[in-house]
C-alpha cells in the first residue's frame, strides 16, 4: 500500500459446511492509517448467528 494512498479492504469469505456465511463476518481494522508507516493486523470474525433452515412441512433444523 503505498503511503497517503486510500485502501479498500478486500474482504474475506467462509463457508459452513456448503453454505456461504460470508455475509456474517465483521471486519475489524484496528489502527490501520494509510497515512502512517507501519504494519496492521486486520482481523476476520464470523458473528454468531443461528441459521434456520426451513423444510416444506413448516419444520425446521436449528445449526449453531
Given amino acids: 500500500i503505498e503511503l497517503n494512498s486510500n485502501y479498500t479492504d478486500s474482504g474475506a469469505k467462509a463457508k459452513y459446511g456448503s453454505k456461504d456465511i460470508s455475509s456474517n463476518i465483521e471486519t475489524d481494522m484496528g489502527n490501520f ?5 507501519g504494519s496492521y493486523t486486520i482481523t476476520y470474525t464470523i458473528k ?4 434456520l433452515e426451513w423444510k416444506n ?5 436449528t445449526v449453531r
Wanted: charged share 35%; hydrophobic share 15%; aromatic share 8%.
Fill in 48 to 51: 454468531k448467528k443461528k441459521i
Fill in 57 to 61: 412441512d413448516n419444520s425446521y433444523n
Fill in 33 to 37: 492509517s494509510s497515512n502512517k508507516v
